[in-house]
Every structure is written in structure tokens, then in C-alpha cells.
């Protein structure tokens, strides 16, 4: 089993950049493909972005592309977002997820406590 701690939310400017990352322990996360979620209030939670066990496969949600960034270090067992050209609509809780599925959509069973991405404006 995993256990998964997001960090790096907070707030944001419109066209700003905010890094998010996602602390695994327990096990390793090379074992696992990982993502992120988010949900703004009164919002059901969407799929964010994904990334493959190795980190050569990615895949985002199509209002996210071009301006995130889905990474991993598994030597730190760390998972990131790089957002970027940040918009209102971005404000949201985000959520770390892990799957042992080979699929990068999922479905997900591990999921972290969320961070808060708030907009500023």
C-alpha cells in the first residue's frame, strides 16, 4: 500500500506558475501509475493529468495541455505538477492518486488528502 502527501498549493495569479508535488511512502511508486485530480467547489472531481510507471508516458486533460507538466522522480518517490499560464478556472483542490492498474486513466485506488490551489484575483 501507498500513502501519498501533496504539497505546494496555494495561491495563484492569473498567467502565474504554481509546482505541486506528491510525497509516496510506504512503497515505491515505480509500481505504480500516478496522477492528479482536482475539484473546485460545487464541482465533481476531474481528471487532471497521468504519467506511466517509467515517465515517458503522459497524458492530460485537454484544458490543461500546454500549460502543465506531469513529472516523476522515482528515486525520490515524488510525484509533480508544473503549472503554468495559470488560469481562474485552475483554482481547485488537487489530489495525488495512484493506481497499480497499467492504465494511465485509471481506475484509482490511492489517493492523497488534497492541496488547495486558491485564486488570488
Known amino acids: 500500500q501507498v500513502q501519498l502527501v501533496e504539497s505546494g498549493g496555494g495561491l495563484m495569479q492569473a498567467g502565474g506558475s504554481l509546482r505541486l508535488s506528491c510525497a509516496a511512502s510506504?512503497?515505491?511508486?515505480?509500481?505504480?501509475?500516478m496522477g492528479w485530480f482536482r475539484q473546485a467547489p460545487g464541482k465533481e472531481r476531474e481528471f487532471v493529468a497521468a504519467?506511466?510507471?517509467?515517465?515517458?508516458?503522459?497524458t492530460y486533460t485537454m484544458s490543461v495541455k500546454g500549460r502543465f507538466t506531469i513529472s516523476r522522480d522515482n528515486a525520490k518517490n515524488t510525484l509533480y505538477l508544473q503549472m503554468n499560464s495559470l488560469k481562474p478556472e485552475d483554482a481547485a483542490v488537487y489530489y495525488c492518486a495512484a493506481t497499480s492498474q497499467i492504465f494511465l486513466r485509471g481506475p484509482y485506488g490511492y489517493w492523497g488528502q488534497g492541496t488547495q490551489v486558491t485564486d488570488s484575483s
Open positions: 510506504g512503497r515505491t511508486v515505480n509500481g505504480y501509475v
Open positions: 504519467i506511466n510507471r517509467s515517465g515517458d508516458l503522459t
